[in-house]
């Protein structure tokens, strides 16, 4: 007697199961492995290996780099007279005048953890070192929520020009512009912003550079830059926090950097002054007493919106500049 027919049907479903699972085994997405902020770009996968980069659209379209492509910034600096020399970046037209003036450096920047983002669309604004009657004091880094839609937040930096120092406060805009080739970390590498992007009205936040709690914001993704910029993260160099003289960032603007100034932007809000000012007269944050480690390095308050601030066409389209607070 031939058994072959009565057990056929059930070899053909063994078999049709089998190919199901190895075809949706295969169609099965690969996912980028989250990696910190501080040790982005020595480990895990490459950025050619992740595709395009979604925050290149932070970038402003230009022709040509002043620098070459990928360049690494050093600290190195330049004989002394070509540092006091060299001009203000107001003069080259590709950032906002400067507020504040010191004749001596800022100290180098601490090393913190970042607080998770309130909600979404909100912008970090990371921590920097401010000037006040006192000397030095850290204000601390903390969430914005931006004035308008699709605006990202240029940080301020210090810069060693004619012998002093100058705080250029930063500015909000539809790309990212020049803030002196400072590694502010979460995104902020020197050059560029890696921290997220704007899509159809709602920002994206890669989890490589931000601390997101995804039970509260939910557009994020992966992206591993690596080092786009100046390496001044944990055990690869100082963090160094401000633009040339000795001791500074050698870094030179890209003609993307002055196509990003040639677009509408806007000056920091009034409650990003009010919120540095808050800690001007605050003992712990001051240099003089915290000698470089602020009670406070980062807060989870965000800053709230000032509506009334809007973009606008200025510098060499209009041969003015918009108001800036001082």
């Not at 979604?54 to 004989?79: F, I, K, L, V």
């Not at 003036?101 to 990371?126: K, M, V």
Request: proline share 11%; net charge neutral.
């Amino acid at each position: 007697m031939n058994r072959f027919p009565r057990i056929a049907p059930w070899m053909g479903l063994a078999f049709a199961a089998a190919f199901c699972m190895a075809g949706c085994h295969q169609k099965q997405t690969p996912t980028i492995t989250d990696v910190s902020a501080s040790t982005a770009g020595s480990q895990d996968q490459s950025a050619a290996d992740q595709g395009p980069d979604p925050a290149a659209a932070n970038e402003a379209p230009a022709s040509e780099d002043a620098a070459p492509s990928g360049q690494s910034y050093t600290t190195q600096a330049p004989p002394p007279e070509q540092a006091s020399s060299a001009p203000a970046p107001d003069e080259a037209d590709y950032s906002e005048q400067p507020t504040e003036t010191a004749s001596e450096p800022p100290p180098a920047l601490p090393e913190y953890q970042q607080p998770p983002p309130p909600g979404d669309g909100y912008i970090w604004q990371p921590g920097y070192w401010g000037w006040g009657p006192s000397g030095y004091y850290w204000v601390p880094g903390a969430w914005v929520e931006p004035p308008y839609e699709d605006a990202l937040w240029t940080p301020g930096y210090w810069g060693f020009y004619g012998g002093r120092y100058l705080f250029f406060p930063g500015h909000w805009g539809q790309y990212i512009g020049f803030y002196g080739g400072i590694n502010y970390g979460f995104g902020y590498l020197g050059l560029g912003y890696e921290g997220g992007y704007w899509r159809s009205g709602h920002f994206f936040y890669n989890r490589v550079y931000n601390n997101v709690n995804t039970r509260v914001v939910h557009n994020v993704y992966s992206y591993n830059a690596g080092n786009r910029g100046y390496v001044n993260r944990q055990g690869n160099g100082p963090r160094a926090s401000f633009h040339g003289g000795t001791g500074g960032v050698q870094a030179r603007p890209r003609s993307s950097d002055a196509a990003a100034w040639r677009q509408p932007t806007a000056p920091r809000m009034n409650t990003q002054v009010q919120y540095a000012r808050s800690f001007q007269s605050n003992r712990g944050q001051l240099a003089t007493v915290n000698h470089g480690r602020p009670n406070t390095a980062a807060t989870s308050r965000p800053i709230a919106a000032d509506h009334n601030v809007k973009p606008v066409v200025h510098g060499s389209q209009r041969g003015t500049r918009p108001q800036q607070h001082r």
